[in-house]
């Protein structure tokens, strides 16, 4: 079974979505009113506290949040494994991900699996770029919030930076 909740965040107001294997939608939609669902479990307020304090600029590991990605393809699947593998604040482009998911050359399938995302954020699709510049940033609303959610991630990098854990 599927349920929802919402809430706001510095960046605008964010919808999860989830189910008991983990979540499985998490977008920005403006307009619609704050919905709390009371019997959320634990996990998930603990989820939506760590995407909260990210969003407000507070190091938060994001990697560990389980996801349901059951209803993506195969190649979707393999698409989100290489971005949850890329480094927070790092930029990838979409043949390199062609190329790490195992179709070179399959840049514009990628393009399509990222932008059938269902977890913004959590599947780090803000991290890809095209040739000619950053791109792809209609399912954050703006290319300023794009723009933000890579700054968010560089104000906690460095040298020791590593992958986020899966």
């Known amino acids: ?3 929802t909740c919402s809430f706001a965040t510095a960046l605008g107001r964010i919808h999860l979505a989830w189910t008991g294997a983990g979540i499985c939608g998490l977008w920005f939609q403006e307009g619609l009113p704050e919905r709390e669902d009371k019997a959320a479990p634990i996990w998930v307020l603990e989820a939506m506290r760590r995407l909260l304090a990210h969003l407000a600029g507070q190091r938060q590991e994001l990697g560990g949040i389980p996801l349901d990605l059951s209803e993506l393809s195969p190649f979707q699947r393999r698409v989100a494994e290489v971005l949850r593998g890329t480094l927070p604040g790092s930029t990838i482009s979409y043949g390199e991900v062609a190329l790490l998911a195992g179709r070179p ?3 514009r399938a990628v393009g399509q699996a990222v932008k059938a995302n269902p977890v913004l954020i959590l599947v780090p699709c ?3 770029v095209g040739a000619k510049g950053p791109g792809g940033w209609s399912a954050f609303g ?13 104000l906690h990098t460095g040298p020791d930076a ?3 854990a899966r």
């Open 105 to 107: 050359g399959a840049a």
């Open 1 to 3: 079974m599927r349920r």
């Open 162 to 164: 590593t992958p986020p």
């Open 126 to 128: 803000h991290r890809v």
């Open 142 to 154: 703006s290319p300023e919030r794009k723009a933000r959610l890579l700054e968010l991630e560089t």
